[in-house]
């Protein structure tokens, strides 16, 4: 009967998801991009495996488990996990038990002729009369509250709370995916940096050469003064650049620290030079991008709560049932308190209906149908911007990878010149202003050269956080919810389906 009377009616509307309107590919996919299916390499995986680097693998690990902004959005998720049960125990009746011991005097003023509650007589004689003025009751008593979920209110809040938890988990997955995607981009930018300080060191080792040879030069009298200082001057400068670009490397390291939940004094990255070239990231189809960002996984929920909540609203304006049932045990006798004579039980129910209350009800669905209003245009904006992330580091690879060839291409160049005029300055056929613009040529070349590198790893990453890295959307139901996988480097967390 309760199960019928909580599925009787449900008031509000039922939840479709909002429409969007996607393109079947994205603008600036390059020619042959391969389309990634379902099971690929950056779906439902540790998409930093695809660098092939194990020391920022290692680290991914650390920042899933000891990150506080992940650790703040897990513990979010999980008060969003426990509403639904709280929600969810207004299907079924409360129970109340009470057992009490009461010491009763009855005045003696009360009259020949009255009575306790256990009917003892009671009268006003003197001492030894056999009459009762005191007396002792126990009781046992337990009382059921119930309010049948007519017209679905429950059931909506409900959803709502489910609604509400999905949302909390792809919040909590697009945390991870920011968290981690950071930590990438701020190692590579760190690994950049390693690059530009061999750059400098080698600068600076190339400028002590020049100068000497300026020094020898100007000892055999072919070069002036002014040539030793122009060249003194220009080791000094690289030498401080190269002491610079430590601050900088030292700042990526402290951050790289405290986004896996450790003081910067704690971790020391060894300086490694190595190749920054991006990995072929395959592609997914544009219309897939609504299922694997988190964040729109999370702004699609927020539009079922607000739909659910509605119903909640609307619901408000039935009226409402509650069925109470009392029952127990009470005498003056302990021994026999469990007796039939002693027991006592009663039932009964009311009906309540709101008349008026000066548009209270009226003005908390408006409120209701503005949020879900709002949590639609949200929605819609989300994917706007998910589709601006991803064409925006689409145009970044596609033109910084032209960039990079053309440029590694100008290094080569720069090095053949500067070979060639440092020979001829050496055989005074060349000036040494000559010798300056070439050395700096070469090294501004080469510097950028490493930032084209910086920011083709950076655009690289932040591709496979548009596409929405290894974030898959599950279901929550309220008979389970354990389902969610949201992808972890050493742990695996899960919520719900």
Same mark, same amino acid.
């Given at each position: 009967?309760?199960?019928?009377?909580?599925?009787?009616?449900?008031?509000?509307?039922? %939840?479709?998801?909002?429409?969007?309107?996607?393109?079947?590919?994205? /603008?600036?996919?390059?020619?042959?991009?391969?389309?990634?299916?379902?099971?690929?390499?950056?779906?439902? !995986?540790?998409?930093?495996?695809?660098?092939?680097?194990?020391?920022?693998?290692?680290?991914?690990?650390?920042?899933?488990?000891?990150?506080? @902004?992940?650790?703040?959005?897990?513990?979010?998720?999980?008060?969003?996990?426990? $509403?639904?049960?709280?929600?969810?125990?207004?299907?079924?009746?409360?129970?109340?038990?009470?057992?009490?011991?009461?010491?009763?005097?009855?005045?003696?003023?009360?009259?020949?002729?009255? =009575? #306790?509650?256990?009917?003892?007589?009671?009268?006003?004689?003197? /001492? !030894?009369?056999?009459?009762?003025?005191?007396?002792?009751? %126990?009781?046992?008593?337990?009382?059921? =509250?119930?309010?049948?979920? $007519?017209?679905?209110?429950?059931?909506?809040?409900? &959803?709502?709370?489910?609604?509400?938890?999905?949302?909390?988990?792809?919040?909590?997955?697009?945390?991870?995916?920011?968290?981690?995607?950071?930590?990438?981009?701020?190692?590579?930018?760190?690994?950049?940096?390693?690059?530009?300080?061999?750059?400098?060191?080698? =600068?600076?080792?190339?400028?002590?050469?020049?100068?000497?040879?300026?020094?020898?030069? %100007?000892?055999?009298?072919?070069?002036?003064?002014?040539?030793?200082?122009?060249?003194? #001057?220009?080791?000094?400068?690289?030498?401080?650049?190269?002491?610079? @670009?430590?601050?900088?490397?030292?700042?990526?390291?402290?951050?790289?620290?405290?986004?896996?939940?450790?003081?910067?004094?704690?971790?020391?990255? /060894?300086?490694?030079?190595?190749?920054?070239?991006?990995?072929?990231?395959? !592609?997914?189809?544009?219309?897939?991008?609504?299922?694997?960002?988190?964040?729109?996984?999370?702004? &699609?929920?927020?539009?079922?709560?607000?739909?659910?909540?509605?119903?909640?609203?609307?619901?408000?304006?039935?009226?409402?049932?509650?069925?109470?049932?009392?029952?127990?045990?009470?005498?003056?006798?302990?021994?026999?308190?469990?007796?039939?004579?002693?027991?006592?039980?009663?039932?009964?129910?009311?009906?309540?209906?709101?008349?008026?209350?000066?548009?209270?009800?009226?003005?908390?669905?408006?409120?209701?149908?503005?949020?879900?209003?709002?949590?639609?245009? @949200?929605?819609?904006?989300?994917?706007?911007?998910?589709?601006?992330?991803?064409?925006?580091?689409?145009?970044?690879?596609?033109?910084?990878?032209?960039?990079?060839?053309?440029?590694?291409?100008?290094?080569?160049?720069?090095?053949?010149?500067?070979?060639?005029?440092?020979?001829?300055?050496?055989? !005074?056929?060349?000036? %040494?202003?000559?010798?300056?613009?070439?050395?700096? =040529?070469?090294?501004?070349?080469?510097?950028?050269?490493?930032?084209?590198?910086?920011?083709?790893?950076?655009?690289?990453?932040?591709?496979?956080?548009?596409?929405?890295?290894?974030?898959?959307?599950?279901?929550?139901?309220?008979?389970?919810?354990? &389902?969610?996988?949201?992808?972890?480097?050493?742990? &695996?967390?899960?919520?719900?389906?």
């Amino acid at each position: 009967m309760g199960l019928f009377l909580q599925n009787a009616c449900t008031v509000g509307p039922n %939840y479709a998801p909002p429409c969007m309107e996607v393109p079947e590919q994205f /603008k600036e996919a390059p020619k042959g991009w391969k389309f990634a299916c379902p099971c690929d390499a950056i779906d439902r !995986g540790p998409w930093w495996e695809m660098f092939h680097d194990p020391l920022l693998t290692k680290m991914m690990c650390r920042v899933g488990t000891y990150n506080e @902004n992940i650790a703040v959005a897990f513990a979010q998720y999980q008060q969003a996990r426990v $509403l639904i049960d709280q929600n969810s125990a207004a299907f079924y009746p409360l129970v109340f038990g009470d057992a009490s011991i009461t010491e009763q005097k009855v005045s003696s003023s009360g009259g020949i002729g009255s =009575t #306790s509650p256990t009917g003892a007589v009671i009268g006003t004689s003197g /001492k !030894g009369s056999g009459f009762v003025d005191k007396f002792t009751t %126990y009781s046992i008593s337990g009382t059921a =509250t119930w309010v049948p979920d $007519l017209w679905g209110s429950v059931k909506r809040m409900v &959803e709502a709370s489910i609604a509400g938890a999905q949302a909390s988990a792809a919040q909590m997955a697009a945390v991870t995916l920011s968290m981690q995607g950071t930590l990438a981009q701020t190692y590579f930018q760190l690994r950049a940096a390693d690059l530009n300080q061999k750059i400098l060191d080698d =600068t600076v080792i190339d400028y002590r050469k020049t100068l000497q040879i300026t020094i020898n030069r %100007y000892n055999a009298g072919t070069a002036q003064r002014l040539d030793i200082l122009q060249a003194q #001057s220009q080791l000094d400068t690289a030498i401080n650049a190269s002491q610079d @670009n430590k601050i900088a490397r030292a700042q990526f390291e402290h951050a790289i620290a405290v986004l896996m939940g450790m003081l910067p004094e704690c971790l020391s990255i /060894k300086p490694i030079i190595q190749n920054l070239t991006p990995p072929c990231i395959p !592609g997914v189809i544009a219309s897939t991008l609504l299922e694997r960002r988190p964040d729109i996984a999370q702004a &699609e929920r927020l539009v079922a709560e607000a739909n659910a909540n509605i119903g909640v609203a609307i619901a408000a304006f039935f009226p409402s049932i509650t069925i109470t049932s009392t029952g127990g045990y009470q005498s003056t006798d302990l021994s026999k308190l469990f007796s039939a004579p002693a027991s006592f039980w009663s039932i009964g129910g009311q009906l309540m209906q709101t008349i008026y209350d000066g548009g209270v009800l009226i003005a908390k669905k408006d409120i209701a149908c503005a949020a879900y209003n709002q949590s639609i245009a @949200n929605y819609r904006q989300v994917v706007l911007s998910a589709f601006q992330n991803v064409e925006d580091n689409l145009v970044q690879l596609r033109i910084l990878k032209s960039e990079v060839r053309v440029q590694a291409d100008a290094v080569d160049k720069a090095a053949a010149a500067l070979k060639i005029i440092i020979n001829q300055y050496r055989v !005074g056929t060349a000036q %040494y202003s000559d010798v300056i613009l070439a050395q700096n =040529t070469l090294y501004a070349a080469r510097q950028t050269l490493v930032n084209l590198k910086s920011r083709q790893m950076v655009a690289a990453v932040g591709l496979i956080m548009a596409l929405g890295g290894g974030f898959h959307m599950c279901d929550v139901s309220a008979a389970g919810y354990e &389902e969610y996988v949201v992808t972890c480097p050493c742990t &695996e967390q899960t919520a719900n389906p």
